[in-house]
């Protein structure tokens, strides 16, 4: 594997949660990970039929299970803590509902969840017949879920009182998505597009990556002026210009279905599922160049830097 630069919590649909170091949390389909914004805490989902919440203290970079609960949904894939650290929101794919659970001052599970509960469809014949909760994000002090069997981004106070969702176009399949100040920019995984939203405008709508096959987008994210998202099928990491999502680059990402990937100052992380592995790369003018450096990580899903 090399010298890894920085410490890493992978997760996946493995035997657990697996360190750069090499240590190993045994846990049921860890397939995504959040820190708290101040305690020494990590939350891992178990996406599962029945899914759970693990809540993991963090001791010298070894994780020891702390706390536990249902996230009271079907497959959960995405979780988020409050900058507060207050509270932590999950997202549960496969009924579509999303939750709301209150952490207490210790980082640990408090009082009984709000779950939030959602209908529709969208025109995809098979995976938009009914909700589907994707990811999880607090900003401007509410909860946005992104629905892909709806193609919304739902919105709600931290009360879990429900506010008017965002629309995207028909088919689009949300997945994961961003802020930059008012404006908001979403992968969407049906459609194999980037979309930028900014009050006053019509939109800005891209294909994710130049490639001709056929392409399921995963994960996005920001850094400065660029936006990153990763491109399953073409198996590729597209850098586009956030003002016009005009692109700058598109590189291998090292594998194969790059599901997920962490930008942790001049390094990136790409999670490639089927792969097995996590790759780094050294982001040269904010493009990825891989440095060599590969970790073994079956069905790898999330990465998370320490």
Not at 15 to 39: I, Q
Not at 153 to 160: F, M, N
Request: proline share 8%.
């Amino acid at each position: 594997m090399g010298d890894v630069k920085r410490h890493l919590y992978i997760g996946g649909y493995g035997p657990g949660v697996v360190t750069s170091s090499g240590e190993l949390a045994r846990l049921a389909a860890p397939s995504f990970l959040a820190r708290h914004p101040s305690l020494p805490m990590i939350y891992a989902v178990g996406e599962l039929a029945q899914g759970w919440i693990t809540a993991f203290s963090v001791r010298e970079g070894r994780l020891a299970p702390w706390d536990e609960r249902s996230s009271d949904g079907d497959s959960p894939c995405h979780l988020a803590v409050h900058p507060s650290g207050a509270f932590l929101a999950v997202a549960n794919y496969g009924d579509g509902t999303a939750g709301l659970h209150r952490l207490d001052a210790r980082g640990v599970f408090d009082g009984d969840p709000i779950v939030l509960r959602h209908q529709g469809s969208g025109p995809h014949p098979e995976r938009q017949q009914g909700p589907h909760a994707h990811q999880a994000v607090f900003h401007d002090d509410l909860l946005h879920v992104s629905d892909l069997g709806t193609d919304q981004i739902r919105r709600y106070t931290l009360e879990g009182e429900a506010l008017e969702p965002i629309a995207l176009p028909p088919g689009t399949g949300p997945r994961h998505f961003a802020f930059a100040g008012p404006v908001l920019y979403v992968a969407g995984e049906l459609d194999g597009t980037v979309t930028r939203l900014a009050p006053g405008d019509d939109g800005i709508r891209v294909r994710a990556s130049t490639a001709v096959t056929e392409n399921a987008p995963s994960h996005l994210e920001l850094a400065g002026d660029l936006v990153y998202v990763a491109n399953r099928g073409p198996d590729t990491i597209s850098v586009l210009r956030a003002d016009d999502l005009s692109q700058v680059a598109e590189v291998p990402s090292g594998g194969h279905w790059p599901r997920h990937f962490a930008i942790d100052g001049d390094r990136m992380y790409v999670a490639n599922q089927y792969a097995g592995n996590v790759v780094e790369f050294a982001l040269t003018d904010g493009v990825p160049e891989p440095t060599g450096e590969v970790i073994e990580v079956e069905s790898a899903s999330c990465v998370l830097p320490a």
